[in-house]
């Protein structure tokens, strides 16, 4: 089983819409969980953290469940310009390895 | 404000030829990383170094060396190129506390021959 697996996608949802992706981690350990934001094959960048009690950050929402070990991102009120891929990263901490999950390519229509 | 910088940007190879990427951080952190990323596979963990000193295997580090040079630079080595390792390599730094973001460098865009 893959460290961190997420749902690639495409996700093609209609501007104004909400839409949330899931991500998995598998090992229990882990202790830091991000959200990252990459377009077009730039450098990922961070859109936000995950804590344990939830965290918004205006039109975002971030969830993480430790004990079933998943991390979700909903997006509220959609913008084309959130056309992007989203990547789920678990940071086990212990000797401070990154992993990332594959991507969510997400497309918001007009 | 220079962040993480990689050098070089592109680079077209032949197969064996050897190459160092290099990259260097500012932000006086203790972590730092090489990925590469493949259509549909995602950033994928090569190599990675949480202190001075120490480098640690990631997911697919065969093909690939590493030195943490000092705190500030952490180069990547393909000692005899493949057209397999055709790919965009990031790298990255984090301070390496809980809770911290990784910053990324632009990325290499490598073609090997």
């Known amino acids: 089983r893959k460290e961190v697996e997420q749902d690639p996608g495409p996700f093609n949802v209609p501007e104004g819409a909400t839409v949330a992706f899931n991500c998995t981690y598998s090992?229990?350990?882990?202790?830091?969980f991000f959200w990252y934001r990459q377009d077009c094959r730039k450098e990922p960048k961070l859109l936000m953290s995950?804590?344990?009690s939830g965290n918004e950050d205006g039109r975002f929402t971030a969830q993480l469940n430790r004990a079933s070990q998943y991390i979700s991102l909903l997006i509220r009120d959609s913008k084309l310009s959130d056309s992007a891929t989203y990547l789920c990263v678990v940071n086990m901490n212990r000797d401070d390895k990154i992993i990332f999950g594959k991507g969510t390519r997400l497309h918001i229509l007009p | 404000n220079a962040g993480v910088t990689q050098t070089p940007k592109f680079q077209v190879l032949k197969t064996g030829q050897s190459m160092t990427l290099q990259c260097a951080q500012d932000?006086?952190?203790?972590?730092m990383y090489w990925y590469r990323q493949d259509p549909g596979m995602g950033l994928r963990l090569i190599y990675y170094?949480?202190?001075?000193?120490?480098?640690d295997k990631g997911e697919v580090p065969n093909g690939y060396n590493v030195s943490r040079l000092n705190k500030r630079e952490f180069s990547l080595r393909l000692e005899s190129a493949a057209p397999s390792q055709t790919s965009v390599y990031f790298c990255?730094?984090?301070?390496?506390?809980?809770?911290?973001?990784?910053?990324f460098g632009q990325g290499t865009r490598l073609t090997v021959v």
């Open positions: 090992n229990s350990a882990s202790q830091s």
């Open positions: 932000m006086n952190h203790n972590s």
């Open positions: 995950v804590y344990s």
């Open positions: 990255a730094s984090s301070t390496g506390a809980m809770n911290t973001e990784a910053f």
């Open positions: 170094s949480a202190s001075e000193g120490t480098t």
